[in-house]
C-alpha cells in the first residue's frame, strides 16, 4: 500500500506520513528528511508498494520497431521478450520486479552489439540480437531501466545507512565574506537537531582561523572536514552516503549541489548574501580601477 508525506495534516505537527487507501498516518515528524527517511523504510520492508513505472515513448518506439521486425523476418527473441515488448508498446506499467529483469537482460546481451547484423547497412541487418533488444526497449529501456535501479539502490542505501546527518560547506554557504555569518542558514541547521559535518574545500593549513570562524558564527557542527579542493568533496560525500542517512546538505556551488541531486540527497536552502556580495565587490573594483 503507497504512502505519500503531508506538511498539512491536522494529525501531526510537521510532517506526517500517510498511507494512500485511507489516509492513515504512520508517523509523525519534525523535518521533512526525517518523513523522508521513514517513507523509504517502508517501501524498502514492502517492494510490492512501491509504484510503477511508464515506459518512454522512445521505448514504445524501439518496442514497435521490434515487433515489426519480428513479423516481417520470422527471428529475434523469445516468448517473454514478445510480451514485454507488448507491455511496453501498450504503455503498461512496469513494476521493480521486471525493471529489474530489463537491467540483467541488458547486461547478458550487450555483447550481442558485436555481432554481424547489428548496424544498418550491414549484411544481415537486423540480427536477430538486434531485433530482440528492441523488443525490450533497446537503448531508451536500458538507460530508462537502469537509472530506476540506481535511484532504488541509492534510496535502500540510505535507508540501511544507519544515523542521520546534515552536511554543510562553509564559504557562501553559512559565512559571507569576512566570516562573517549567515544567519538564517545557521539557524536553519541549528534547529535540526541532527549531528552536523562541516565539508570545506579549504586547506587543512587554515584549521585554527577556521574553527575559530565557526565558533564565533556560532554554528553547532560535529566534525570539520577540509579536503583542500571541491573536486575532493565528491569521495567524501560518497563515503557519509555508505555510512550515514543524510538527511539534507547545504552547499552553494552548483557542481556539488548538483552532485548531492544525483545521490537523492535533499538540498537545505542557500543564501544570496554571498553571491551579492561578489556581485558588489565586483563593481566596486571597475569603478575604482
Known amino acids: ?53 511508464s515506459p518512454t515513448q522512445a521505448m514504445k518506439e524501439e518496442a514497435d520497431r521490434g515487433l515489426a521486425w519480428r513479423e516481417e523476418f520470422g527471428r529475434g527473441g523469445t516468448a517473454v521478450g514478445v ?16 525493471v529489474a529483469r530489463m537491467v ?8 550481442d552489439k558485436q555481432g554481424q547484423g547489428w548496424n544498418q547497412g550491414d549484411d544481415g541487418y537486423p540480427s536477430a540480437g538486434r531485433i530482440a533488444w528492441a523488443l525490450w526497449g533497446g537503448d531508451p529501456g536500458r538507460s530508462w531501466a537502469e537509472d530506476i535501479m540506481a535511484a532504488e539502490e541509492r534510496a535502500l542505501d540510505r535507508v540501511a545507512g544507519g544515523e542521520p546527518r546534515i552536511i554543510t560547506d562553509i564559504d557562501g554557504t553559512v559565512l559571507a565574506a569576512g566570516n562573517r555569518p549567515i544567519r538564517t542558514v545557521i539557524d536553519e541547521i541549528n534547529a535540526a537537531g541532527v549531528d552536523v559535518y562541516v565539508l570545506t574545500g579549504r586547506d587543512e593549513s587554515r584549521r585554527a582561523e577556521t ?27 560518497d563515503e557519509w552516503l555508505a555510512e550515514y542517512d543524510i538527511v539534507a546538505a547545504y552547499e552553494n556551488d552548483p557542481e556539488i549541489r548538483d552532485y548531492y541531486r544525483s545521490k537523492g540527497v535533499t538540498l537545505g536552502r542557500i543564501s544570496r548574501i554571498a553571491e551579492v556580495e561578489e556581485i558588489l565587490a565586483e563593481l566596486r573594483a571597475k569603478r575604482y580601477a
Open 1 to 53: 500500500m503507497p504512502w505519500h508525506i503531508e506538511a498539512d495534516n491536522a494529525g501531526c505537527s510537521g510532517y506526517a506520513v500517510v498511507k494512500d487507501e485511507n489516509g492513515e498516518i504512520e508517523g509523525c515528524h519534525r523535518t521533512r528528511g526525517q518523513a523522508e527517511r521513514q517513507l523509504a523504510a517502508l517501501y524498502a520492508a514492502e517492494p510490492e508498494a512501491r509504484s510503477p513505472f
Open 83 to 98: 510480451a514485454r515488448a507488448r507491455d511496453i508498446s501498450n504503455g503498461r506499467q512496469l513494476p521493480l520486479e521486471t
Open 104 to 111: 540483467s537482460y541488458f547486461v547478458r546481451h550487450e555483447l
Open 211 to 237: 574553527e575559530q570562524a565557526l565558533d564565533a558564527a556560532g554554528l553547532n557542527y560535529d566534525e570539520l572536514y577540509m579536503v583542500g579542493s571541491q573536486a575532493a568533496k565528491k569521495p567524501q560525500i
